[in-house]
């Protein structure tokens, strides 16, 4: 059974900086392309980030380049998202996917696997 568990999630004042983590368990991890996604209230899934399995090749949403980093360890089967400079409008549930692929891809439905996510509010 594949399960991702992500935390890290909390209120934070705006410009404030979070780090997220999701950890895997039940899969190859290092196959695996691992990817982030967000969804605000009232609003669809967007793409934040998604780091290839070999962790060289990065895609980031126009929003979050220069705040959002994402990374991995293979040791630990986790995934990160490092946020700084939080806004208001980052508020959001943040979810970690998994991709069997080389790559991430910013369309939600091409991956296999998905964690419950972990609530971020960033007060104003």
């Known amino acids: 059974q594949v399960l991702l568990l992500e935390s890290g999630g909390g209120l934070v004042q705006a410009g404030g900086s979070l780090r997220l983590s999701c950890a895997a368990s039940?899969?190859?991890?290092?196959?695996?392309?691992m990817g982030w996604f967000r969804q605000a209230p009232g609003k669809e899934r967007e793409f934040v980030a998604s780091v290839a399995r070999d962790g060289l090749l990065r895609l980031y949403a126009d929003y979050g380049n220069g705040r959002f980093t994402i990374s991995r360890d293979d040791a630990e089967n986790t995934v990160y998202l490092e946020m700084v400079s939080l806004k208001p409008e980052d508020t959001a549930v943040y979810s970690c996917?998994?991709?069997?692929?080389?790559?991430?891809?910013?369309?939600?439905?091409?991956?296999?696997?998905w964690g419950q996510g972990t609530l971020v509010t960033v007060s104003s």
């Open positions: 039940g899969l190859t991890f290092s196959t695996y392309a």
């Open positions: 996917a998994a991709r069997n692929s080389y790559s991430g891809s910013t369309d939600g439905g091409e991956y296999d696997y």
